[in-house]
């Protein structure tokens, strides 16, 4: 509805019977004429992502997640940032925080994420964050916070250090999200209840409130979301499985070359064209994200031909894993000594973070009803 009719509307005689009614209609319309005009941010789409300051970047993270970012910063206005709030729900000691926040920089900012294109900063550098999460929280359920699967588990393992913060992550999630009115979130499946969550306080929000905020999605490039399998053929690469499974964009040249080698194969298939167990699938898989496909389909067709000889196959990923790994990572120790650049990229980042957050949060305290004068 136009202001034109809801200022008809307003004025007409069919209000003024009811005066309980009207006076709640009253409410609402107001709200709605109240409503800036202007809610989504000017230009591109905004694009918002967390990563957490824990443990080192993998190969499934890379071609998983931060791959999607490089890709995205040329294509939208991007917010990255360090989850380093988040990382205190569940890790108290602080001992190796800043090591983590500059290692984590250091790897994306390897990968190629760029601080001149998109905002690369720590969620404790804006402060509006903090704000925003108290705003939400009024409106988040305990009952609902209780459910979240990823609450119950952090519970069960860590029943000594059940705190509030753990129970509203979802809400701090929420407010690092919205903080910027992103629209796209791109992240892994592990995160599609939080992300369900914040599409239900960000609606909460816009219906007591007023509309502020866009309804946040799931955004990865289609197919490219590839799946990254464990050198041992059970599942995917993860931080949290057999370490010795995980490709870490840390690893040096030997180990990267040990890990390869101690896949798990078998003597080879018994006929031609055979169809392949997972576990010798998955080598292809790994072999086609950084393999040449001249390298992949040779040994392709040296599998249908029944003469494949993985020790081979294992020695030519294992080279190309390091041709691979060993830019990102000399790279990433480069950055990691720089401090005085790491200072750089986080104040260039948060200077950035927090003028769109300046926006949304005068909008959220209007809506609100806290400006008094
Ligand atoms: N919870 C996310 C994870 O565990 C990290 C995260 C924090 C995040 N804030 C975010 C992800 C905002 C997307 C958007 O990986």
Redesign the pocket.
Known sequence: MSSVRIQEFLSSPYLHKHPVHDSLLFYYLRRLMDKPKETLPAGRQVV?????PTGFLHLGNYFGAVKNYVRMQEEFECFF?V?DL?SLTTHPDTKELKENVHRVLSENIACGLDPDKAALYCQSHVHETAELYLYLNMMAYKGELEKTVTFKEKARLHPDNVNAGLLTYPVL?TA??ILHRAFY?P?GKD?EQ?LEMARNFANRFNHRYGEVFPEPQAFNYGNELVKVPSLDGAGKMSKSENQFATLYLSDDDELIRKKVMKAKTDAGPASADAVKPDYIENIFLLMKLVSTPETVNQFEADYNKCNIRYGDMKKQLGEDMVKFITPIREKAIAIRHDHKYLREVMEKGAEKARKSAKTTMELVRQAIGLNYY
Not at 48 to 52: A, F, N
Request: hydrophobic share 45%.
């Open positions: 918002m992502s967390g990563i957490r940032m989850a988040h999630q690092d999200i979130v992240v995160q939080h």
